[in-house]
């Protein structure tokens, strides 16, 4: 029996979907995350491994639960993509890529990014565009050739406009501005403070500068907070990073919806997808740029899954 695996890895956890020859789901596995990095790739394909290892396990109970004539399920699969967070540096790939060689995983491997397994999953036809905010950000999508087309995601010193960690930088850039007497005091102040737990706005300083960009995108609910409540210079930080997600759309090239042509856009990542704290906000201002926003729930382990299918 021949059988595809998709990966989808991140730095939270890696996921795993053993497919049939015609594409339906056999079972899951999941295994802790790692970000591929071309200086240590061992650490993304022992995840990648691990989840592969557990969805076998309960592909071969559930396989031969509906056949009892198989006796043992096993690696390799027939394909194998995986979708890794950090991948998309073709030095990152290829390092990956021979560390995963050697788990004898798959007779075909083919190692990408974790963007392009989430929009395989929410455009399989490759008909639109998928905008992701979360720690990070990116907008997705695709000629007509079919190639794909990345606007923004390009880190967090060049970019991630509107995303979780920009958010919370501009929040304490905010702060310190405030703190010299540049601008008028804020609520933004005394809650980034607390939320940073430092003495004063002084202390920020050391404390960026030590910081994970986990840990600057955990400020955005506080800024997103004080904007709910009214604050007005947390309003416009948002107001701004609704702008930058909506010039990611546009950067893909697609013309919004013209009569028959409707450019649909799929918002996933923390901040915009589902009941997301930004995701009508971000909704509605794609749908006034005449964008047809989407709502579905993203997949990429299966995403992943496809490709392999296609080879």
């Not at 990611?248 to 997808?273: F, K, N, Q, Y």
């Not at 005449?290 to 992943?304: Q, S």
């Amino acid at each position: 029996m021949s059988l595809f695996g998709g990966v989808d890895g991140g730095g939270t956890r890696t996921r795993a979907v053993i497919v049939d020859a015609q594409g339906r789901e056999v079972a899951r596995g999941e295994a802790p995350g790692a970000v591929v990095t071309a200086a240590h790739p061992d650490a993304a394909a022992e995840a990648v491994a691990g989840a592969i290892g557990d969805a076998m396990e309960a592909a071969a109970l559930e396989l031969i639960t509906r056949d009892a004539s198989l006796d043992s399920i096993g690696l390799p699969l027939e394909s194998l993509w995986a979708g890794l967070a950090g991948a998309g540096s073709p030095e990152a790939s290829r390092a990956v890529t021979e560390a995963l060689s050697t788990c004898r995983l798959a007779h075909r491997l083919t190692v990408g990014t974790d963007v392009r397994a989430a929009y395989e999953d929410a455009f399989p036809e490759r008909d639109g565009v998928l905008l992701i905010a979360g720690t990070g950000s990116i907008a997705w999508g695709a000629d007509p050739a079919g190639q794909p087309i990345q606007v923004g995601g390009w880190g967090r010193l060049l970019d991630d406009e509107g995303s979780g960690y920009w958010i919370g930088l501009r929040g304490l850039q905010r702060v310190m501005t405030e703190h010299d007497g540049r601008l008028a005091p804020s609520a933004l102040e005394p809650q980034l403070v607390q939320a940073c737990e430092v003495s004063g706005p002084g202390d920020l300083v050391a404390w960026v500068a030590t910081a994970a960009k986990r840990d600057v995108a955990a400020l955005a609910p506080v800024v997103i907070s004080a904007a709910d409540a009214g604050d007005c210079a947390a309003e416009g930080i948002l107001e701004d990073a609704v702008r930058a997600l909506t010039g990611l759309v546009r950067g893909v090239g697609m013309r919004p919806s013209e009569g028959d042509h409707e450019t649909r856009v799929v918002l996933w990542g923390g901040l915009i997808a589902d009941q997301g704290p930004l995701a009508a906000r971000v909704a509605g201002s794609l749908e006034e740029a005449g964008f047809l926003v989407v709502n579905r729930v993203v997949d990429p382990p299966m995403g992943a899954a496809r490709l392999a299918l296609r080879g």
